[in-house]
């Protein structure tokens, strides 16, 4: 239950978001040097690569893992509604913090239970379970003294969003530029 920084695991997250706002995989962001300062305070991020790309989609982005565009793509949708956002989908630790913007590269801590079942939405259509750590318990002699029973959902997040999001993830295409085709993260 100890929070971590979940680095760039955490973008998936406000992509999604944006996909509900109406953006989609096409949606072209620009990965060059910005200034978002949003509180008044400079806030440049850079990229992994401390290069710039230029002209690149929502899905380009988001599968090769550039910082900038993904910050671009968190103040489109806002920060408290990202917030709001990550929250329906059960993250439980983000409106006790002060991230700003770089919330989506990763910098605000998380519970790792929050954010497996946060991606679980995503895996179940859109559907959000509350998570479950015991399923069972049997006395000494196998006699099942308590067993979870799934029960139904509430629907967080409209299945089409997921649809959209896993399709940009599974895009070997996208990503083996940055990270080559056919790897580890192939599905």
Known sequence: ??????????????????????????????DVLTNFAVSGDEYRPHNYDDKEHGAVTMREALQRSFNIPAVETMYL??????ISFA????YTTLSKGSF????????GEVKLLDH?????????????????????????????????KPRR???ALDEKITAMLS?????????APTFGAG???TL
């Open 77 to 82: 949708v806002g920060l408290d509604q990202s």
């Open 183 to 185: 790897g580890v993260l």
């Open 1 to 30: 239950q100890g929070r971590r920084q979940p680095g760039s695991s955490f973008k998936p997250i406000i992509y999604a978001a944006a996909f509900e706002k109406g953006y989609t995989p096409d949606t072209l962001l620009f």
């Open 87 to 90: 929250e329906r989908l059960g």
């Open 116 to 148: 497996v079942s946060a991606y679980g939405v995503f895996a179940n259509n859109g559907v959000r379970h509350a998570p479950v750590s015991i399923l069972k318990v049997e006395d000494g002699s196998r006699d099942i003294i308590m067993e979870w």
């Open 100 to 107: 700003g913007l770089s919330l989506v590269l990763g910098g």
């Open 153 to 155: 959902g509430e629907q």
């Open 167 to 175: 399709n940009v993830l599974s895009d070997d295409a996208a990503r």
